[in-house]
């Protein structure tokens, strides 16, 4: 199922995380642990990205990445390209976030 479907969809929470996990090569586990690699940053923001555009609340998407729902916010300022949704354009670039 690809990243459209579920967001029209407005879908489980998990499912999302899973497909944003998959289009960076990670698991659902590397996004929602503490880990703090920039390349699973990325995916992270990516997907804090994702399930805001499907609506979730900051609060929410926290509970989701076991994050706190200012981290969120700060994740989404933060990480303009990644908002615009450019994630995967900076993996294969190769930029540090």
Known sequence: MTLDELRARATNPGEVIAAVAERHGLTSADLIGPCRNSEIVTARCA????????GFSLPAIGRF???????????????????????????????GL
Do not use: C, Q
């Open 47 to 54: 997907a804090m990205y994702e399930l805001r555009w499907a």
């Open 65 to 95: 990445l076991k994050k706190d729902h200012s981290t969120v916010m700060y994740a989404l300022r933060k990480f303009p390209p990644i908002v615009r949704g450019n994630s995967r354009a900076l993996v294969e670039a190769g930029a």
